[in-house]
């Protein structure tokens, strides 16, 4: 079974674990048409509009 030969440092431990703790935000707007939320460069899912024109069918 492999064991570490050397212990590791903590600032070489730190530097691996640096990404952890970032979280993915997702670029989130409000639809100028409905006001609902939606990502950016997407068709609205709730009123099916991109960028000012009606592209999708919604119920």
């Known amino acids: 079974m492999a064991v570490p030969k050397k212990r590791m440092s903590r600032r070489r431990r730190d530097m691996r674990r640096a990404h952890d ?6 670029a989130v707007e409000a ?3 409905c006001g609902g939320l ?5 068709v609205c899912e709730e009123c099916g509009t991109y960028r000012g024109m009606k592209v999708l069918e919604v119920d």
């Open 21 to 26: 703790h970032l979280t993915f935000t997702a």
């Open 38 to 42: 939606k990502l950016r460069h997407r």
């Open 31 to 33: 639809c100028p048409e």
